[in-house]
């Protein structure tokens, strides 16, 4: 794995320490800071935020393999296409229903799910997906993954600005009637920007279904502070750019009005640490 110092430093000193739902593990692992450790690899796992994702794309560059294929696993719905613009390796995308976090340096801690949808179908999908499954993380292989990455980008959109906002868990947010009204109006907005931008959201065909759908996922996690709630709390740049501000953005190009995503966004930019990055 590579990741930051002090990750690493830990990883190093003690291990890789899981405390998942089903069991709690100290595993051993290669650990590093130099992106120069994905030499050779012929899959490397890219699980950065989407605000790294260009940097780290690029910065990888000098050591991919020719024939490495890069698995994005990653909110957002445009990180395979920019990995692949950039890098001009195989990319396929994964679509992460896992609730998780880093408590401390080394460990990292699960809260909920923890299934995967990947695709295109195409080479070595297939054979990736077998390696997940061999692990115990249930994957499955998806032909329609832009729709599915679409699915998620609506529950995400739906509930990550809000749970960041209020400092409260999807859960919460799923019961609180009020809370629940703006949900649906964030749903309603992004599935017309995916109409109009000609995809069609798995379990979404309609307002009704994918206030289900995203209903469905808070009482799944209902423990789970969204990631960009964490994000907030730790006074790190969150995702928003490309949850409620791709939606916004996508809206202003498309002629379709967004005006709840558009607000939640700009709140959450400005909770932020200062950045001059612009929609
Ligand atoms: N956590 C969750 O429950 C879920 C996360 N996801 C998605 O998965 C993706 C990853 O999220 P998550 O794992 O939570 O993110 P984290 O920020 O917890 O972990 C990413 C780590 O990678 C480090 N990093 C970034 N760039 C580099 C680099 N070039 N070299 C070495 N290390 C680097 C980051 O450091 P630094 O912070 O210093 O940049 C950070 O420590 C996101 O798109 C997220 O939305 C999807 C579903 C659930
Ligand atoms: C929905 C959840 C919690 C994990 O699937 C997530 O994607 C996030 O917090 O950003």
Not at 99 to 106: D, S, W
Request: proline letters at 3%.
């Amino acid at each position: 794995m590579i990741g930051r110092e002090s990750f690493v430093t830990a990883v190093k000193q003690r291990g890789l320490t899981l405390d998942t739902r089903m069991f709690n593990e100290v595993v051993s692992v290669d650990a590093s800071t130099e992106l120069a450790a994905a030499r050779n690899a012929d899959l490397v796992l890219f699980c950065v935020k989407t605000t790294n994702t260009e940097a780290t794309a690029r910065a990888l560059v000098p050591f991919l393999a020719p024939g490495c294929t890069v698995l994005s696993l990653q909110n957002g719905v445009e990180n395979a296409d920019q990995i692949s613009a950039i890098t001009g390796r195989q990319t396929i995308s994964a679509v992460v229903y896992l609730a998780a976090a880093v408590p401390a340096p080394g460990t990292v801690k699960h809260t909920g799910r923890g299934d995967l949808i990947i695709g295109p179908d195409g080479s070595r999908v297939a054979e990736i997906a077998n390696l997940f499954r061999d692990a115990g993380v249930g994957c499955v292989v998806s032909s329609r993954i832009q729709d599915q990455l679409w699915e998620k980008l609506i529950c995400n959109s739906a509930l990550n600005a809000i749970s960041a906002l209020c400092q409260i868990t999807y859960g919460e947010a799923g019961d609180d009637k009020a809370v629940w009204e703006v949900v649906g109006k964030v749903i309603a907005e992004a599935l017309a920007v995916a109409r109009a931008a000609g995809v069609s959201p798995t379990n979404m065909d309609d307002v009704d279904t994918a206030n289900t759908t995203v209903r469905k996922l808070t009482r799944q996690i209902a423990a789970a502070y969204s990631s960009t709630a964490q994000d907030l709390r730790r006074k790190k740049r969150t995702e928003i750019d490309a949850l409620n501000g791709f939606i916004a953005r996508r809206g202003r190009e498309l002629g379709v009005p967004t005006p709840v995503n558009q607000t939640l966004w700009a709140l959450v930019r400005a909770a932020e640490p200062r950045t001059d990055t612009v929609t």
